[in-house]
């Protein structure tokens, strides 16, 4: 009774902010105008879905890349898959990866009215909620639906266990929802039953992340780009930037190519509407920038490069010599560090890695990759690493045998999810 009080006063919270969730929209449209678009999809309305087996939601453009091997998996296995997300990066990630093999929408918000048209339209037979997503109207129509639920690559980051184990009795009746939870972790999944999870529901299935693709579709058009700028440059990538990240990047570069000669910096803001802003910012500082948009301009006095594009991070670490994942030397909680890894890259990141904590602690404990305090100490351990050619190549050994010992997590969530037809 408590719970279902708590979400009718959450729901009517939800309906009062509706207004300045469609305003939100659009002023974040200012800058990506993709957010003005579809909106009425987001409630619901002018979604066009057919029936399918399974529906997969995976919020944003790190979840779809890391959801993309299952998907992939069940796409193998003949099973119908549409796959949801919340952000326009997120859904031209999609788009961009699997085309019209799966279908796509937004997921709608969690309004009562919206949800009920929503459930009545996909005509699923299981749902595949991606690592925290505890919405609890949604899963509570779910649950009336008995559509089973099944929450994968499941984690709790640190700061949202301390808020949730406050009021873990209002978790308690959502996470007992789910037919069954698999963690990424044993820390993971102490936490789901901490806050309420029967623990007959919850079993550690390992972190899809590890089970990464490295096909480069058009391979040979990054490696035609490299030879613009020159091939036998040393290539460091920034990839998943935030603000503040490239400027303590930027005002170091400098120092970097007095020791690393004819250095390039390829920078990957983690948001579009941040593009102009970055480029602005390196022409500012005096270097010589050039935009991957207009890529016909790059040429061998590029000093920077802005990745002004989307799902091309793969091919460009596939380039680069170097990698630093951005979210990390501000606290954002840091990104995917397996993916340079997994092309042989040796990988930098800063303090901030809160998002990927045993990932991390399994790399850094096997010399596998570098954490650094701040951006004077990455500038310091790139110079190090470039001058120790046998200390990198042991690097890169260390983090390909990390990556092998923890893959098989897609086989594990595949059979979970099989034995639901």
Not at 12 to 38: N, S
Not at 57 to 63: Q, R
Not at 226 to 242: F, M, N, P
Request: net charge positive.
């Amino acid at each position: 009774m408590v719970f279902k009080a708590m979400r009718r006063i959450y729901t009517f919270f939800l309906y009062l902010l509706l207004p300045f969730i469609v305003c939100r929209l659009y002023w974040k449209g200012r800058h990506l105008p993709a957010y003005r678009k579809r909106i009425l999809e987001r409630f619901s309305i002018g979604t066009q879905v057919t029936e399918a087996d399974v529906w997969l939601h995976a919020v944003s453009l790190g979840e779809v890349v890391a959801a993309t091997p299952l998907i992939d998996m069940l796409l193998a296995h003949d099973v119908r898959v549409l796959v949801t997300t919340m952000t326009p990066t997120g859904s031209q990630q999609v788009l961009t990866r699997f085309s019209n093999k799966v279908q796509h929408c937004y997921l709608p918000y969690d309004y009562p009215w919206v949800l009920r048209r929503f459930f009545k339209k996909i005509k699923v037979r299981l749902g595949v909620i991606m690592e925290t997503e505890l919405w609890p109207n949604l899963i509570e129509y779910a649950h009336r639906l008995s559509l089973p639920l099944v929450l994968a690559n499941a984690r709790i980051s640190d700061d949202a266990y301390r808020q949730y184990h406050k009021v873990r009795f209002l978790f308690k009746p959502i996470v007992s929802k789910f037919s069954a939870i698999l963690a990424q972790s044993e820390l993971d999944a102490e936490r789901f039953m901490a806050l309420g999870a029967p623990k007959s529901l919850v079993s550690v299935a390992g972190n899809m992340k590890f089970d990464i693709q490295t096909t480069i579709s058009q391979a040979s058009w990054f490696e035609s780009l490299k030879e613009a700028w020159g091939a036998q440059r040393t290539v460091l990538i920034a990839a998943s930037t935030h603000d503040d990240e490239e400027r303590q990047l930027l005002t170091r570069l400098s120092s970097l190519q007095q020791r690393i000669p004819d250095v390039v910096l390829l920078i990957a803001p983690r948001h579009p509407e941040r593009f102009e802003a970055v480029f602005a910012l390196s022409q500012q500082l005096g270097f010589r920038t050039c935009q991957r948009s207009q890529h016909a301009l790059i040429d061998v006095s590029a000093e920077v490069i802005i990745l002004d594009s989307m799902g091309e991070l793969t091919g460009f670490y596939h380039v680069s010599d170097y990698a630093f994942v951005g979210g990390s030397l501000v606290p954002i909680g840091g990104h995917n560090v397996l993916e340079p890894i997994a092309l042989g890259v040796p990988t930098f990141c800063g303090p901030h890695m809160q998002n990927s904590k045993a990932i991390c602690k399994a790399l850094c404990d096997a010399n596998a990759l570098q954490l650094v305090n701040d951006a004077d100490a990455l500038m310091a351990a790139l110079i190090a690493t470039y001058g120790d050619n046998d200390g990198r190549m042991r690097q890169i050994s260390n983090a390909t045998k990390v990556l092998v010992a923890n893959q098989g997590s897609v086989r594990r969530h595949w059979e979970t999810i099989n034995g639901f037809f």
